[in-house]
C-alpha cells in the first residue's frame, strides 16, 4: 500500500506538471493584463547568529481590504484569493544589507532564504527584482543580543479560535470568515504581550496552514496587538513524500530545533493546545532540552479524554522534571500557573 500511494502521489505530480504547461500555453495564447512579480517576504530578523530572510516571488494580488461587515460570498473570494497564487521559479533576486549585496534565486515553488552569519548594525534589509523593476525595504525584528527568554506559540486555538477539532466550524471559520472578523483567544494576546517585555523576548509563532495565508495571519495578529515575530508556516502541495501537507508534529519540532539554534543561551515557554500533537511535541522538546524549556501550557479544547491523558502525561513529566508542564482550560489559570514558576510577577 505505501508504494501504491508512492506512485499514486507520482502520476498526480505529473498530471499537476501538464496542466502547468497547459495554462502556460493558454496565457502565452490568450493576452491578458500582466501583473509585476513581488518579492513577498514573510520573516525578517536579527539573531545572535545572524540575519535571517524568507520569502516567496509571486505574481502581484490585489486583496480586497476586509471589513467586519463583509458578507460570506466576500469572504470567501478574499480568501480564495490568496490561496490561487501564481508562483515565479528561478527569479533572481538582490538583497541589500547596508552596503553590502547578496544574490539568490528562488526555487521551483517561487521561495527563497538568505541566511547571513555575520552580525551587521541595520536595522532593515532592501529585496530586489532586478529582471522586473521591484525594490521594496525591510524592517529587521532585531533581537542580536542572547534574550533571557524566547517564547514559541501554536496559533490555531492557541491564539485565536479555530474549532480544529470540528472539521466543519474549522471549513466555516476558515473560508469564510476575514482577519477582522476572527475570533482570539480571550486574553491570550495580553499573557504574550507581558512574556515580550516590550521586545527584549522575541516570539516566534508556529502553524501548519501554508504560507499564503501569512499576511492573513499578520492582520489577525496586529488586531490582537500581539508582537511581531517570527513565523514558521507550510507549503501545501503535491510532493512524492506527502499529499498535501507535510507532517504537523515534523513541521512544528523542526521550527522549535531550528530557533534553539539560533538563541542556544536562552530559556522558551512553548504555548499550545491539545486538538492536534503539541502535548507530545513539547514533552519530546523538554527531554531533548531540559536546561532550557522554563514552561510548557496546553490549552484544553478536546473532550474529557484527551484532557484526562494530556493530564497524566503531564504529572509523569513534572514528577521527572519539576513543575514545568501545565494544562489549563482559561487564561486566568495559565496566568496563576505562570506566576506559580516566576513567569510573570506574582500579584498582578
Known amino acids: 500500500m505505501k508504494r501504491l500511494g508512492i506512485w499514486l502521489r507520482h502520476g498526480c505530480l505529473v498530471i499537476e506538471w501538464l496542466l502547468g504547461v497547459l495554462w502556460g500555453a493558454v496565457s502565452w495564447i490568450i493576452p491578458r493584463k500582466r501583473r509585476r512579480p513581488v518579492a513577498d517576504v514573510y520573516n525578517s530578523f536579527k539573531h545572535p547568529k545572524g540575519i535571517y530572510v524568507f520569502g516567496r516571488v509571486l505574481t502581484e494580488r490585489r486583496l480586497i481590504p476586509p471589513s467586519p461587515e463583509d458578507g460570506m460570498w466576500l469572504n470567501f473570494r478574499r480568501m480564495a484569493s490568496q490561496w490561487f497564487t501564481r508562483e515565479i521559479p528561478k527569479a533572481f533576486i538582490e538583497i541589500h544589507i547596508g552596503d553590502q549585496k547578496f544574490e539568490r534565486r528562488s526555487d521551483a515553488e517561487g521561495y527563497f532564504v538568505f541566511h547571513h552569519d555575520e552580525l551587521i548594525e541595520v536595522d532593515k534589509v532592501t529585496v530586489c527584482l532586478p529582471g522586473y523593476g521591484y525594490e521594496k525595504d525591510y524592517p529587521l525584528i532585531s533581537h542580536y543580543t542572547t534574550p533571557p527568554l524566547v517564547v514559541i506559540s501554536d496559533v490555531d486555538d492557541t491564539l485565536m479560535e479555530t474549532g480544529a477539532v470540528s472539521l466543519g466550524k474549522m471549513l466555516k471559520t476558515t473560508l469564510f470568515g476575514n482577519s477582522l472578523t476572527r475570533e482570539l483567544v480571550d ?112 490549552r484544553n479544547v478536546s473532550d474529557d479524554i484527551v484532557a484526562n491523558r494530556v493530564a497524566k502525561q503531564y504529572a509523569e513529566l513534572n514528577k521527572e522534571y519539576g513543575e514545568l508542564a501545565f494544562t489549563f482550560s482559561g487564561t486566568q489559570e495559565m496566568r496563576t500557573q505562570m506566576r506559580k514558576i516566576g513567569l510573570l510577577p506574582s500579584g498582578e
Open 187 to 298: 486574553g491570550v494576546s495580553e499573557v504574550i504581550q507581558e512574556l515580550n517585555a516590550g521586545g527584549r523576548n522575541p516570539v516566534f509563532y508556529i502553524t501548519s496552514s501554508p504560507w499564503n495565508l501569512a499576511h492573513f495571519l499578520k492582520r489577525v495578529f496586529i488586531r490582537a496587538e500581539l508582537p511581531m515575530g517570527g513565523l514558521f508556516m507550510t507549503d501545501w502541495g503535491l510532493t512524492p513524500e506527502y499529499w498535501i501537507t507535510p507532517s504537523h508534529d515534523k513541521h512544528k519540532r523542526q521550527a522549535i530545533d531550528q530557533v534553539v539554534a539560533w538563541f542556544p543561551d536562552s530559556k522558551y515557554v512553548l504555548l499550545g493546545d491539545d486538538s492536534q500533537m503539541d502535548p507530545d511535541i513539547y514533552a519530546g522538546a523538554l527531554r531533548d532540552y531540559p536546561e532550557m524549556v522554563d514552561g510548557i501550557f496546553i
